[in-house]
C-alpha cells in the first residue's frame, strides 16, 4: 500500500494519495479540535492520519469516507490505540449523502478533497458545513492546485481560463488528456483544481469568515509534484 516519494499511501479507491503525517492545516485542526463545541468530523478521512490524532489529543471524531474499506482501517488502528471510544464513522459522499443536525459540529476538516467536487458541490458542501457548525466553529481544508509537475500542460489552459473570468477554472473532465505520469491512473477522470480566490469564494458566500487562505508548497510533498511553490491551497475558515 505504500508506494513512492514521501511514503505516500495510495487510496484503494483511486482518489490520489494520502500522506502519513499530517500537513500544516491538518495539525491546525488537531490544535483545535479538542478545544471544540461538541464532536469534529474528517471528511475523506483516507487512512486517518488526521482523524487518529485528533482522538488522540482528545477529541471526539466522526471519520467520513466513500471506501468503507478505509473506515475499516481508521477503527482498527482506533482500536488499537484505545481511541475507538472517540471515533464514529460515516460511509457517505460528501456533500450528496452526508448529514447532520445543525449546529452539531465543533470543526471540520476536508484534507485532498475539495479538488473532487464541482463547482455547485462546493458551493452546496461550504453551505452544509456552514449549517452543521456550532457559532466559532472552524474549518480546515488543504486542496491540490494546477500548479503542480504532472499537469504542467494544463496550467497555461487554466491561466486562460483565469484571464478570460470563467468561475471554475480548474475544472478537468479527463485528466489524461494533460498528463502521461503513472501516478494519474490513481485519479478519478474528474478533477477540479482550485486556487486561493477559488477555494474561498463558497465559504465566503455561504457566511464563513476567511481566517487564512494561501497557495503554499505543502511540507512533506513528493518531489514528481514540486512546480513553483504553489502546489497546495491551505484554507482556514470560521463561522461567526
Aim: hydrophobic share 40%.
Amino acid at each position: 500500500m505504500i508506494r513512492g516519494e514521501q511514503a505516500t499511501l495510495v487510496t484503494l479507491n483511486r482518489m490520489g494519495r494520502a500522506t502519513r503525517d499530517l500537513t500544516e492545516y491538518s495539525r491546525e485542526f488537531v490544535l483545535f479540535a479538542p478545544l471544540a463545541r461538541g464532536p469534529v468530523l474528517d471528511i475523506g478521512a483516507g487512512f486517518g492520519v488526521a482523524t487518529l490524532s485528533a482522538a488522540a489529543a482528545g477529541a471526539s471524531v466522526i471519520a467520513n469516507d466513500v471506501d468503507n474499506r478505509h473506515l475499516q482501517i481508521i477503527v482498527e488502528q482506533a482500536t488499537n490505540a484505545g481511541l475507538v471510544e472517540r471515533l464514529s464513522t460515516r460511509l457517505s459522499r460528501f456533500p450528496t449523502d452526508l448529514h447532520f443536525p445543525s449546529q452539531s459540529l465543533g470543526a471540520i476538516h476536508a484534507s485532498q478533497v475539495l479538488h473532487f467536487l464541482s463547482g455547485s458541490e462546493l458551493m452546496t458542501g461550504a453551505a452544509l458545513m456552514f449549517r452543521w457548525l456550532q457559532p466559532g466553529g472552524r474549518v480546515f481544508t488543504v486542496t491540490a492546485t494546477p500548479y503542480v509537475k504532472t499537469l504542467e500542460r494544463f496550467i497555461p489552459v487554466y491561466e486562460e481560463r483565469k484571464r478570460a473570468g470563467i468561475p471554475w477554472p480548474g475544472v478537468v473532465h479527463n485528466v489524461h488528456e494533460y498528463s502521461s505520469h503513472p501516478t494519474i491512473d490513481e485519479l478519478p477522470d474528474f478533477m477540479h483544481f482550485l486556487d486561493h480566490e477559488t477555494v474561498a469564494r463558497p465559504f465566503a458566500a455561504a457566511g464563513f469568515v476567511i481566517e487564512k487562505v494561501e497557495m503554499y508548497n505543502r511540507q512533506g510533498l513528493p518531489d514528481y509534484l514540486k512546480y513553483d511553490g504553489r502546489e497546495n491551497v491551505g484554507l482556514i475558515a470560521r463561522k461567526p
